[in-house]
Structures are given as structure tokens and as C-alpha cells.
């Protein structure tokens, strides 16, 4: 590790988001924080090289956190490192952070909490026994576990790893017969430059598909409390895979069902024993009944910080970075002053693309605060098969949930990616 003075006790961030940059430039100091990240992953997205361009950087330590009892390897390899707080930035860090803080005698999730929501099926046993509506899910190892999940759920059933993240490996699939194709791409679950080159093994579930509209409640706990809650509404793309398309900040939801997803969330907290964080917990109302899908316990990916910080407005992520500080996070509003949303960009067939049209546009639509993509001509792409696969991001800014969405559906529809797929039907 290199960098600048270690007077100021640093900052720990355990896996690196250069999306979350910007937000944390916002408050934190020069040399401030230290990242942590995977070998192969800070190898293949050149970490070291881009932390020279953040200010607030100290430097890198390159470790193994994916894997368990790294946490207490780390803590005895730098015993005079002394923290001030522990910050999960990606899925994956959520046990090492939870315990890493508690080596160092930090706020965290505990490690407890973490390792349940890092497992899928660990989480819907727990949270059933806590009354929370769920799915009917099970364990399945093979193809032939698979369809016999089928035949005893008729109707769609939602195929996915109970240990991923990004929507990697999942599908929904309708018949008994698509059991066999379906198991073979499931397992197919390459996240690319974002994991270690080490197989993760397969874990995977079974679980009954539940129709209604999806939401997702951000909460930010402090010593097991809730002190801020959001309700995000949710779209999804259509097909196979549960990708979701984009976001509306706050929730269009009538006041009562927005209390509710909050409460059940907060049950949720209580029933893992979340001790201080973020709990990102994902819904469907269901004949309107909240029906767990799966919960996180780290910030929001898909800009959803970005989002909530507009639309109320407030320091989320400062508050967040406090609060895991053992501070107080400070004056937080109970309900948001404006509305946002986000749409997302995306191929939508395999190939190779040409061309990119109507950027420009789609940033000087009316409310739109941010237009952008990260590919273009002779990038190749696989389609739409998980959320990596998207490729850029519209956000709008507006008075109301509703003007908020429609706008960013109007910017987002300016936008159109050209693909030639003659090699993949050749």
C-alpha cells in the first residue's frame, strides 16, 4: 500500500466502484480511504492505476476477501492499520466487511447477518420463520432437480444462484423441458473483469415466480434502528431474464403499501439481526402481499444512491460512511422533496456494434441529469443475458414519481444502438 499521510485514520472500502467515486469525493478528504480489493479483480480493471486519478485515495491492499477466514487474515496482517470504518462497496465483500469490523471493534452488519444475506436459501429460511411471505424455494443440483421442481409447481418457476449477484445465472422458465437447456446456460455465470479468476461454485435455487410489481426498500440502520427508509418502484425488461430496466425514485405507491414495504423490511433487520448499515431489500407485492425476493446488505448498485441523494435530497452516502463510523449521520428527511428516475441502456441481440445514436439527445431532453454509455462501434456483445450486460444510463430529475419516469422513458427512447448479428446467425 501507497499514498498519503497515515495521520488521518482511513476509511476501509472493501471492493471498487468507480461509479461511487464522485459521491464519496463529496466529503471525504485527501488520503482518506483505503481500498481493498481481489487480486485478479484489481489486475484486470487496473484498481492501482485508477486510484492514482482519486483524490481521497491512500492507496490498495490486495486481498482474497471473497474467501472465508480472509477477514481475520486481514485483521492480523495489519494490526496498526486502525480503521475508523469498514465499508462494503460490492456484493461479494459483505461477510469479510461484517467481520473485519468487528475484528477492528467497528459499527457492522455482524457477521452473522452478512453471511445470511450473502445466501439466498439461508435467507428465505430465516425470514420465513419470521412470518415474511416467500416464494416456495428449493435447493436444486441438477436438471433433473430442476424439472422435478417444475412438475411440482406447474407455472413458471425462477431459476438462480442463491450466491451472485447482478442477475448472473438467472431465468425464468415455463416448462418442464426447458429444464435441460436452461440448467446448462444458468451455469454459465461469467461476471468478467468483476470477480477472481477462481471458479465460485455453484449454488443453485428453485423458486416459484411471483407475478405483481417489484420495489425495493433502501434502509439505513443504526445499532439495529431504522433511520432512513426509500421505496423504490422498479421495470423490468420483458423475456426469459428478471433484468431490471430501470428505477423511480421515490416509489409510485400509495402512502399505506409504501408503510408496509417498510415494516416488512424493517422485520426483515430484526429477523437476521442486522446491527449498522444498508439494507437494499427487493419485493413484489403479490396480490398485495410483500413477497421477499432477495435482500442486500451493502448500498444499492444501478445508481439508486445517485437517485435518492436528487430526490430528497440528502447525503446518503455520507451519512452511511458516518454512521459506520460510530457518528451520528445527521438530520435525515422522512419523505422526498422531488422525484427521479433512471432507465437503462442495453443491446438487445448478440453481435457486434456499429454505431450509437441519439446520446447527445437523450442529455439535452428536458429533465434529464445524466446520459451516458460505455460501448461502441466494434464492441461485441452477447445480448441481454444479466445486468452487466447493460450498457449505459439515463436519469431524469422532476416533480412527481410519474412526470419523473416518463421522462426518462422519452430521453432513453432518443437513444438507439445499432448491432450487426451476421456473425452469430452465420
Not at 466487511?97 to 436459501?121: C, I, T, V
Not at 428478471?242 to 424493517?266: F, S, Y
Not at 450498457?391 to 412526470?403: K, N, S, Y
Request: net charge negative.
Amino acid at each position: 500500500m501507497s499514498g498519503q499521510s497515515p495521520a488521518v485514520r482511513p476509511v476501509l472500502v472493501v471492493g471498487y466502484v468507480a461509479f461511487a467515486v464522485p459521491a464519496i469525493a463529496a466529503f471525504q478528504p485527501a488520503g482518506s480511504v483505503v481500498y481493498v480489493e481481489e487480486p485478479d479483480v484489481a489486475r484486470k480493471r487496473h484498481v492501482a492505476e485508477a486510484l492514482e486519478q482519486v483524490p481521497f485515495a491512500r492507496g490498495l491492499i490486495e486481498w482474497e476477501y471473497h474467501l472465508p477466514g480472509r477477514a481475520d487474515a486481514f485483521f492480523a496482517a495489519h494490526p496498526g492499520l486502525d480503521p475508523v470504518a469498514v465499508i462494503p462497496a460490492v456484493e461479494y465483500a459483505v461477510p469479510f466487511a461484517a467481520r473485519l469490523a468487528e475484528r477492528y471493534g467497528l459499527p457492522g452488519a455482524s457477521l452473522g447477518a452478512a453471511q445470511l444475506l450473502r445466501d439466498k436459501h439461508l435467507l428465505r429460511i430465516v425470514a420465513a420463520a419470521a412470518g415474511i411471505a416467500n416464494p416456495e424455494s428449493e435447493p436444486v443440483r441438477s436438471a433433473a432437480g430442476l424439472a422435478g421442481f417444475l412438475a411440482r409447481h406447474p407455472g413458471p418457476v425462477v431459476l438462480k444462484p442463491a450466491n451472485r449477484q447482478a442477475s448472473v445465472g438467472t431465468r425464468v422458465i415455463h416448462r418442464p423441458e426447458e429444464a435441460g437447456e436452461a440448467w446448462v446456460q444458468c451455469l454459465a455465470q461469467d461476471e468478467g473483469v468483476f470477480v477472481p479468476d477462481r471458479p465460485i461454485e455453484p449454488s443453485m435455487l428453485a423458486e416459484r415466480f411471483v407475478s405483481g410489481p417489484e420495489f425495493s426498500v433502501e434502509l439505513l440502520v443504526a445499532g439495529g434502528r431504522p433511520v432512513f427508509a426509500n421505496t423504490t418502484g422498479k421495470v423490468l425488461y420483458p423475456g426469459p431474464y428478471p433484468i431490471e430496466a430501470g428505477h423511480t425514485v421515490p416509489a409510485e405507491l400509495p402512502d399505506e403499501q409504501r408503510k408496509m414495504l417498510v415494516a416488512e423490511t424493517e422485520r426483515l433487520s430484526a429477523a437476521v439481526g442486522f446491527g449498522d448499515g444498508v439494507l437494499h431489500c427487493e419485493w413484489i407485492l403479490e396480490d398485495g402481499v410483500p413477497v421477499l425476493v432477495e435482500c442486500a446488505g451493502r448500498l444499492p448498485g444501478d445508481s439508486i444512491a445517485d437517485l435518492i441523494e436528487a430526490a430528497y435530497p440528502v447525503g446518503l452516502v455520507r451519512a452511511y460512511f458516518a454512521l459506520m463510523g460510530g457518528e451520528p449521520p445527521g438530520p435525515l428527511p422522512g419523505r422526498a422533496a422531488y422525484a427521479t428516475a433512471a432507465r437503462f441502456l442495453a443491446p438487445d441481440r448478440p453481435g457486434t456494434v456499429t454505431a450509437v445514436h441519439g446520446l447527445d439527445a437523450a442529455a439535452a431532453a428536458e429533465g434529464v441529469q445524466l446520459a451516458a454509455i460505455g460501448i461502441g462501434p466494434g464492441h461485441r456483445t452477447a445480448g441481454l443475458r444479466s445486468s452487466w450486460d447493460r450498457a449505459g444510463i439515463v436519469t431524469t430529475l422532476a416533480g412527481t414519481p410519474a412526470e419523473a419516469r416518463r421522462l426518462a422513458d422519452e430521453a432513453a427512447a432518443l437513444v438507439r444502438i445499432d448491432i450487426d448479428s451476421t456473425e452469430e446467425t452465420s
